[in-house]
Structures are given as structure tokens and as C-alpha cells.
């Protein structure tokens, strides 16, 4: 491996704001800031969005019927469609 032209990897600590939750991931992101954690001073990176705080990971996600794009679209339009038909 050549020297001097890899990121730098170390452990980051990213902070979902919107779930006040940390996490300590390994990462090359450059970033200024730090925090101590655990003891440690580590590097520290906020984010707005994370899988503690996403709909699709904590199950609040808005779920549709079972019964397909088809039939919705026939339910919302199939009388407008029907009568331009006529």
C-alpha cells in the first residue's frame, strides 16, 4: 500500500440531533469539531437524519392499502374515466 495517499481512518462520533442519539462509526469525513466521548476526545459530526430517527427504521412509516397502484388510481378516477368514455 502506498504511503501518504490513503484518508486518515479513524473512529467518528455522529449525533442524530433529531433522536438525540450517538453513535462512534469508523469514517475518513474531514470535519473540525470534537467531543469528548466516553473519556475520549473524538472527532464529531452532526447529522439530521439517521436510522434512529428515519421513518423507515423506527416503523412510522405511512403504509398504503394492499391493493396496488392500479386499483387506487381506478377508485380516484374510474367514474371521471367512465363518463368520458360515454
Same mark, same amino acid.
Given at each position: /500500500?502506498?504511503?501518504?495517499?490513503?484518508?486518515?481512518? !479513524?473512529?467518528?462520533?455522529?449525533?442524530?440531533?433529531?433522536? $438525540?442519539?450517538?453513535?462512534?462509526?469508523?469514517?475518513?469525513?474531514?470535519?473540525? !469539531?470534537?467531543?469528548?466521548?466516553?473519556?475520549?476526545? /473524538?472527532?464529531? +459530526?452532526?447529522? $439530521?437524519?439517521?436510522?434512529?430517527?428515519? +421513518?423507515?427504521?423506527?416503523?412510522?412509516?405511512?403504509?398504503?392499502?394492499?391493493?396496488?397502484?392500479?386499483? !387506487?388510481?381506478?377508485? !380516484?378516477?374510474?367514474?371521471?374515466?367512465?363518463? /368520458?368514455?360515454?
Amino acid at each position: /500500500m502506498k504511503q501518504g495517499i490513503h484518508p486518515a481512518y !479513524r473512529q467518528v462520533v455522529f449525533h442524530d440531533t433529531t433522536a $438525540d442519539a450517538y453513535f462512534v462509526v469508523g469514517s475518513t469525513i474531514k470535519t473540525d !469539531r470534537t467531543i469528548e466521548h466516553e473519556g475520549k476526545q /473524538m472527532p464529531y +459530526v452532526l447529522l $439530521d437524519v439517521s436510522s434512529a430517527s428515519h +421513518v423507515y427504521y423506527t416503523g412510522k412509516q405511512k403504509e398504503f392499502g394492499k391493493e396496488g397502484s392500479a386499483a !387506487r388510481f381506478s377508485q !380516484r378516477f374510474g367514474g371521471f374515466l367512465g363518463a /368520458m368514455k360515454k
